[in-house]
């Protein structure tokens, strides 16, 4: 039951993406976006970027914020930045 409210719940989201997005086009000339990269806690949810790439069309790539950032090893392992990369 689980794994069937998350999946109605990720498609909600999609519709919802898809169709900012489609505002989006009509707004802008016909713009089309063709990748995004995302980040943040809910990403970690069960299949919702995939879900998203799907009702998109869209090329979903994760985004580490931390990816240039020198940190401070005495203070932040490397370990401990991938870990929440993702938040």
Not at 10 to 31: K, M, P, Y
Not at 45 to 65: A, D, K, Y
Not at 73 to 80: A, I, L, Q, T
Request: charged share 20%; net charge negative.
């Amino acid at each position: 039951e689980v794994h069937s409210v998350l999946s109605s719940t990720n498609e909600a989201v999609a519709e919802e993406i898809r169709s900012s997005l489609d505002f989006l086009s009509a707004t802008t000339n016909g713009l089309v976006l063709g990748q995004c990269y995302y980040t943040g806690g809910s990403s970690s949810t069960s299949g919702l970027i995939e879900t998203i790439g799907r009702v998109t069309g869209m090329q979903m790539e994760r985004f580490n914020p931390f990816l240039k950032v020198k940190a401070n090893g005495k203070k932040f392992s490397p370990e401990y930045l991938e870990q929440i990369s993702s938040f």
